[in-house]
């Protein structure tokens, strides 16, 4: 069967590499590799240059199919030349081919060994664009945003993710989608991932305008994690200057949001809830400003209570009347 798999895929017309192609994908791991170590991986990327988008899909599944569990056929595939191949796929006109393509790009980019081979193909700014184009299918749009967070775990990749116009991306993606959704669920856990090992991505996603509102929303109407990621990248902000952001944050309204999360949020998330709510309520280093700031202030809160009215539980209110007397003392 191996042997008809490898003369079909090598000789045979566009139908016999189609069928020798799924019946690759249905070989146990032990069969594949023997596969991939004995060459099959260049008929296989000779398949990827065919006109015929069935024939480009079939190809594309089996390597999928041989990089499954396979760091060593990963890395195989991506030394026989797949990536600029699989780069000019996403271009093509086939949706089936561009998903099948990017599926393709996040199971490599899983493989420590082809990060850096990834990001300098050029595939870090053409993953961005997939991330907030209208005409890009949202599974699409989610395996582009894990193949960058893949990338992210090796620090010397990180600025050229940074360079690449992926805070924005990021942030109005954010703002666009549903809080809840796993799509902004997912980017916002890759913008934590990206600040948090990044000055120059804090200090540009700190100061792009609307920002701050967006993590606020998230934090109010986000996902478990979605809220988690949320509040540790407001953290992250108020602590590179606390001065500058404190009352940023605050006049955004993070308040009963944020006291919430401080309840009902995740473990990691009500303990940075916890020392943002500490960093917002220090108002020593504002002298004379402090009672105007801290009156206005407690409007503000009083204003959003009562706009929630019963949303808010009675163990969030007891926590804003203790917000409001550390305020006014």
Known sequence: MEKDIVENLWNGDSEAQIQAAMELSRLCNKQKLKLAENGVMVPLVSMLHSENYE?????????????????????????????????????CE??????????????????????????????????VTYINSSNTHSQ??????????????????????????VIFSLL??????????????????????IVSSSESALCETASTGGAIRILVE?????????????VGILLLICQSCREKYRVLILTDGVMPGLLQLSVDGTWRAKSVAGELLLLLRDCSSYSSRR????????????????????KLADTTLRLVEEMI????T
């Open 55 to 91: 024939v480009i899909e079939a190809s594309l599944c089996a390597f999928l199919s041989l990089s499954f569990g396979s760091d060593r056929n990963k890395i195989r595939i991506v030394r026989y030349g797949v990536l600029p191949i699989l780069l000019n796929l996403l271009h």
């Open 94 to 127: 086939s949706q089936t081919v561009i998903q099948l393509s990017l599926a393709a790009m996040l199971t490599l980019s899983s493989c420590k060994a082809n990060k850096v081979a990834i990001a300098s193909s050029g595939a870090v700014q053409i993953l």
């Open 140 to 165: 699409s749009q989610l395996d582009a945003i894990a193949t960058l967070h893949n990338l992210t775990t090796c620090q010397e990749i990180i600025p050229l993710i940074v360079s690449s116009g």
């Open 172 to 193: 109005e993606l954010i703002h666009g989608s549903v809080k809840s959704s796993l799509l902004a669920e997912k980017a916002i856990g890759l913008l934590e991932n």
């Open 218 to 230: 998230t934090i109010e109407d986000g996902s478990s994690l979605g809220k988690e990621h949320a």
């Open 291 to 310: 009672k105007q700031i801290n009156h206005e202030l407690i409007e503000q809160m009083m204003e959003e209570i009562d706009a929630e009215g019963d």
């Open 325 to 328: 007397a550390k305020l006014n």
